[in-house]
């Protein structure tokens, strides 16, 4: 798979970030033929993955460092965003949906990510940060309408 473009951004954990790095990937995701439901969808995630490194990764201590690389490659975006937080015990129970380690958190970030992406990964260590990579494929009818165009 060769890529065709990519990012790497690095910021601080503060909550006002996780609207920039919405931004940021969508106008990256812009460059394939997404639809604009599917970058909504993509901005979502983001959100909800630089939510989680924020709030539970650093504890809302906005010294934090989140990274987000992204990549095009054959009609698919790969975003990996990563922190040097706390990591996670236990990946499979972070997983399920209504889990939190926090008691007035929903817990449904993880399940938004899975529904917005294709797919979602997750690597973490207690004490050495999570990495959340997720990717996204352009719909058939954004290739179809790309070619109908042409």
């Given amino acids: 798979m060769a890529t065709t473009n990519n990012f790497k951004l690095e910021f601080k954990s503060k909550p006002e970030n996780v609207g920039?790095?919405?931004v940021?990937?969508?106008a990256f995701a812009t460059q394939i033929d997404f639809t604009l439901s599917e970058v909504e969808d993509i901005k979502g995630a983001i959100s909800e993955a630089v939510t989680n490194a924020v709030i539970h990764g650093y504890g809302n201590n906005p010294d934090g460092l989140i990274t987000i690389r992204g990549a095009i490659y054959d009609g698919v975006l790969e975003v990996v965003v990563e922190d040097q937080g706390v990591g996670i015990d236990s990946i499979a129970q972070a997983l399920q949906p209504g889990f939190s380690t926090i008691p007035d958190r929903l817990g449904l970030?993880?399940?938004f990510m899975q529904s917005f992406m294709d797919t979602i990964e997750v690597r973490s260590q207690p004490g050495r940060g999570t990495r959340v990579i997720m990717?996204?494929?352009v719909s058939r009818r954004a290739d179809h309408?790309?070619?109908s165009l042409s």
């Fill in 135 to 137: 990717t996204k494929k």
């Fill in 20 to 22: 920039f790095a919405r």
């Fill in 109 to 111: 970030g993880f399940s």
């Fill in 145 to 147: 309408a790309q070619q």
């Fill in 24 to 26: 940021v990937v969508a």
